[in-house]
Every structure is written in structure tokens, then in C-alpha cells.
């Protein structure tokens, strides 16, 4: 059986434009992990803000400091709580704890919540929310100690966990088609030689 090798070329070439693709809306998709938009920020000074969601959906905690100093996250714990009613929403720690640094500063995910529409109180309490592991290591950072009045929270726009889950097969796939259909276009002559075509 004959194979048009240019035909052959093309269909690889194909693959590239699509493993492109993937690689974009992956990225686009990733944006709301990393990059939601910002709700309201506390400055760590100030202990207690009330905010408003205007749409229900998921909600991220993160910490925003000076790069290489030793955050404060075993010295408080965080409350929200929905008003007027008072009911506590649930705080769960972040299972992938994302981070994102700048050239002076750096913020990573705490905490991320599901809420309703309406307004929120978050209020920074005594007491810790890591374990006795984490403080064990944080005492051991040779980090200078942090300044609270470059030290900020912020409530975020974010996306469910499965996103980050999804991120991964995907950026994978979109590298596989790039780098397989450049490959295969360029040893289209070669490979259907070799498979005796």
C-alpha cells in the first residue's frame, strides 16, 4: 500500500496547531486558580473586615508578604462568618496550597470556601491552624521575621480543585502533540519506511 508522505507530513503538522490549543485554554483555565479576582484585602493589622460576594461560587484565602520572610500562619486562625445570621462557613486548608511570586512579594493559598451571594465577616482570631509538624518546620526557616504592616490577606475569585487535577494529563497531552507532531512531520519519510509502507 502506497502512503502520500506529504499527506502524512501535514496530518502530523496538524497535530501541533491543536496540542497549541489545548496548551492555551489549559493556561486560561489555570488563571481563575491562580488569578481570580480580588474580593477584598486585610492588612494583617487590621484583624476584621466585612466583605460582600455578589454571586455564589468558590472563594480563596490567600497570605501576601515580602519574599523570604517567615510568615505569621501558626500565631492566628481565621473565622468567616456570614451576616447578619452568624452562621460560621467552613474554612478547609488548601489541599495544593498554590503560590505565585513577584519580584519583592509572593502570596500563596490558605484556605478556600464555597459561599453564597450576600456579605461575610473574615475575622483573624488567636490561636494556630497548622499542625505541630508545620511549626516544628517553621521554626526552623532561617527567615527574617515578618514586617505586619507589609503582610496582607485577601479574599479571591477561584476555581474547584479539579481544575489544578485536570491542569496536569493536559498540559501533558498539549506537549505530547507539539513536540510528537513537529517530530513525526520532520521523520514522516523514515517512519513509514521503517513500518515497511
Do not use: H
Not at 488563571?31 to 466585612?50: H, L, N, R, Y
Amino acid at each position: 500500500m502506497q502512503i502520500n508522505i506529504t499527506l502524512c507530513r501535514i496530518l502530523c503538522f496538524c497535530l501541533v496547531p491543536v496540542g497549541i490549543y489545548i496548551l492555551v485554554k489549559t493556561i486560561r483555565m489555570l488563571k481563575g486558580v491562580f488569578s481570580g479576582e480580588v474580593i477584598a484585602e486585610i492588612p494583617f493589622t487590621q484583624k476584621e473586615i466585612v466583605f460582600n460576594l455578589t454571586r455564589p461560587g468558590i472563594y480563596a484565602i490567600w497570605q501576601k508578604g515580602q519574599l523570604f520572610r517567615r510568615t505569621p500562619v501558626d500565631k492566628f486562625k481565621l473565622e468567616l462568618i456570614k451576616v447578619p445570621s452568624g452562621e460560621k462557613v467552613s474554612l478547609p486548608k488548601s489541599f495544593f496550597s498554590p503560590y505565585l511570586n513577584g519580584m519583592d512579594t509572593g502570596r500563596m493559598e490558605m484556605n478556600r470556601f464555597s459561599a453564597e451571594s450576600g456579605s461575610y465577616r473574615l475575622s483573624i482570631v488567636a490561636g494556630t491552624s497548622v499542625s505541630v509538624f508545620e511549626k516544628i518546620v517553621l521554626s526552623l526557616l532561617p527567615a527574617k521575621p515578618v514586617d505586619y504592616s507589609q503582610y496582607f490577606l485577601q479574599i479571591r475569585e477561584s476555581r474547584p480543585v479539579y481544575y489544578i487535577l485536570a491542569a496536569i494529563p493536559l498540559f501533558a497531552l498539549s506537549a505530547l502533540l507539539i513536540i510528537g507532531g513537529l517530530v513525526a512531520g520532520f521523520m514522516a519519510p523514515t517512519i513509514i519506511t521503517d513500518l515497511g509502507f
